[in-house]
Every structure is written in C-alpha cells, then in structure tokens.
C-alpha cells in the first residue's frame, strides 16, 4: 500500500497564495537580510505579507526585542488551523505580519520539518505573500522548500559557497523545487571576494547584489531601508528578469 506524506509535497496543495523561501546554504550569505528587504518592499507595495523566521536571525533586523515580542515560530504549535496563525505573531508597525524565530538556541531542536511545512502552508492560506527564511535545506528546510512558489538560493562570492552550490541546488532538484529556483549572488565585489565574472559564470545567477557596508549598517541599527533593493527583489519575486543593484 501507498503510503502518503503527512502534509503537502507541492506548492499547489499548500495553498493559493504564493511564498517565496530564502536560504543560504553556507551561514552569513544574507538570506535572512534579503528575506526581510523583500517582505518589508511587499508590505509597503500595499500587498497582504507574513514574514515567517525559522533561522533566528530576522527578529533583531526587524526591531523586535525578545521583550517586546516574546512570539517565536514554536507558538506555531499550538495552532491548529490557518485562521489562527496569526495567534502565533505580531503585527509589525511597517505593515506586515511576523513571526519571529526561536528565541533560545536550546529551542531550535523543535523547528521540526513539520512544523516548517505546516507553518508555510497556514500562512499561504491567509495572507497573499508569505516570505520564509528557511533552516539549512538537509535539516528541515527542504520541507518549507518543496511548498514554496520561489526558492531563493543565496550565495556570496567565496570560496565555501561555490563548494557547496552544487550539492545543494541538486537536492532541490531532486526535491521537485527545479522550475521554482531563484539564484541571488550576494555582497558581489565585498573586499577580499572571489573575482565576480568567475563566479558569475559558476552560479549563474538570476540576480546580482553588490557588496554595501551601509547594508550591514542597517541591520545593526535595526532598521532595513528597502529604496536601493525593492525593484530587484520585487522583479525576482514576481518572475521578472533580476536586476544588477548599484554599488
């Protein structure tokens, strides 16, 4: 006998509405920061935007102090249906809805596949956009993977990351994610950076990011200004042909 998955395997299934999932197969690439640019250019383009954070990183970037906002993506258990997903974050002033990730280290253990595929699939049924930064893809992650409409592979121009993009992009192949991959080389020309054409003819990727420092600046402060990356993100969201950024 057959046996079935015991969630969806398909964007189709997970819901109308469309996700994208960021994830950096190598830490430090910036799927996290870029995950945040797209959900907050979304949101200010008037659109209906949930912005889900199961690596941990996206809740300081967004101004959100564990004391304000002790909601985590773990609150996502006691959730049983999609019209209650809300219950399991919080409202952000800059016009989106959150849900931050685990709080303690400790707690990470319990973003179980499941609970990666679920929340995904909750969110895509009430809001028109849902942006997901996804764990590692040999963890949990390919459970948030093989749901989203988008998935955003984000490189920047060193060595480990050239290493591992193959395996990596294989296994989403694998996975069924072929069609729907999108590949962001990040922090382009950062000192001390591979030769950008060099890897450019490696990743070939959809779009470019040039290295800022004022971008790294903006996370520290705890406020992401979306004016030099909204067109580029928001063209690769929607399918279009990905834009250089200016440096």
Known sequence: MDKKFP???NPEDAGDNFAVGFLSPVAGAGATTLACLTALSLAESNKNVALVDFAGKARAYMGMTVND??????????????SKIRSAGVNHPRNLFVIPGAV???DVP?????LVNKTICYLKNEFDYTIAILPPVYESGWAGAIVCDNISCVFKPDRTDLDICSS???????????GRIKVILNQSKAPGALLEEEVVEILKPDLTIKYDSALRSMCNKRYLNTEQYK??????VEGGIGHDTKG
């Open 7 to 9: 969630f969806p395997i």
């Open 69 to 82: 906002c002790p909601a985590s993506v773990l609150d996502v258990l006691g959730v049983n249906e999609p």
């Open 110 to 114: 319990q973003i179980t596949s499941k």
């Open 104 to 106: 303690r280290p400790l």
């Open 231 to 236: 067109k580029p993100l928001l063209d690769l």
């Open 168 to 178: 990596i992009l294989e296994l989403l192949i694998r996975l069924g994610c072929g």
